[in-house]
């Protein structure tokens, strides 16, 4: 199998502040994991590629300072998200590919985050 | 630029009939295509899946058909059942292993 685990799954933070959420990979060893956003009723939206013991691939439009990833580990990525504002708040998904022509990608349940 | 496109935001189909969703894409790279379907606040849920070497996989109630000339894909579900309601994104991958989410359709079976 695959499985991918991310925590935590809400968050609530006060605007400023700094979330950091967790992906991993637990029976599988994952060189790229993906960082995923989805706003209310919209489509889910690519951020950035999660490259293992490198830097992180940003999709255009996506600050790469606001957004930090580190994956320093072949089962852990993490996503930071610096200097949270309300507009921030979002569902934020994780996924990993293994072999995605046998095993295809699969997604962690999600973090809901709420800046206020 | 939406390289995945779902023209039909929303879809109502009575239990029992076919329920035939639709997915367009732009970048002739892709070569690897999913059906998910998701809930709110959940992460999406696989369903099936079709290389670009095929034109047709099934899967249970689930068939994906590929026209690449036409750089279409759609999912049959049959028969419909209302616990099929959700929301189906279809999704699009190349060698980089990048998957590129469509738009999504919300379908609704009803009784």
């Known amino acids: 199998g695959a499985v991918v685990s991310q925590h935590p799954s809400w968050v609530i933070c006060k605007s400023g502040t700094s979330v950091k959420i967790e992906c991993r990979s637990l029976d599988f060893q994952a060189t790229t994991m993906f960082w995923y956003r989805q706003f209310p009723k919209q489509s889910l939206m690519l951020m950035a590629t999660?490259?293992?013991?490198?830097?992180?691939?940003?999709e255009q439009g996506v600050e790469k300072d606001k957004f930090l990833i580190n994956h320093a580990s072949l089962t852990l990525s993490t996503l930071t998200v610096t200097s949270a504002h309300p507009e921030d708040s979002s569902f934020y998904i994780c996924?990993?590919?293994?072999?995605?022509?046998?095993?295809?990608?699969?997604f962690g349940s999600g973090t809901r985050l709420t800046v206020v | 630029d939406q390289q995945v496109k779902q023209n039909s935001p929303s879809l109502s189909v009575q239990e029992g009939r076919i329920s035939i969703l639709n997915c367009d894409y732009t970048?002739?790279?892709?070569?690897?295509f999913l059906w998910y379907k998701k809930y709110p606040a959940e992460g999406p849920t696989f369903l099936i899946s079709?290389?670009?070497?095929?034109d047709k996989n099934e899967d249970g109630r689930f068939t994906v058909f590929l026209n690449k000339s036409a750089k279409h894909l759609s999912l049959h579900i049959v028969p419909s059942q209302p616990g099929d309601s959700a929301v189906y994104f279809c999704?699009?991958?190349?060698?980089?292993?990048?998957?590129?989410f469509g738009t999504g359709t919300r379908l609704q079976v009803f009784p």
């Open positions: 970048n002739s790279m892709f070569d690897y």
């Open positions: 996924s990993a590919s293994r072999d995605r022509g046998t095993y295809g990608y699969t």
């Open positions: 079709i290389s670009s070497i095929k």
């Open positions: 999660s490259n293992e013991g490198s830097k992180a691939t940003y």
């Open positions: 999704a699009a991958s190349d060698n980089t292993d990048k998957l590129i």
